[in-house]
């Protein structure tokens, strides 16, 4: 009987896992650059769909929010 967990991974496993880890990445950025993409396409970008940020007590809230998630 011994006390490891696990045995450590071949030759074979890392190279399995290093290609899941690039291809779960490449998936991950391409997820996130088509969100961006359609934001760009459907105006999410443009200043006029944010110009509530700048109202003073919109700021306040946000910031009273942000210090609660904090506490």
Known sequence: ??????????PKARRRNLLLGVVGVVVLLAAVGYVVYRFA????????????????????????ALL????
């Open 1 to 10: 009987m011994t006390a490891v967990l696990y045995d450590a991974p071949g």
């Open 41 to 64: 396409v459907t105006g999410q970008f443009d200043p006029t769909v944010w110009e509530w940020i700048l109202y003073k007590n919109v700021q306040l809230l946000l910031l009273d």
């Open 68 to 71: 609660n998630t904090l506490r």
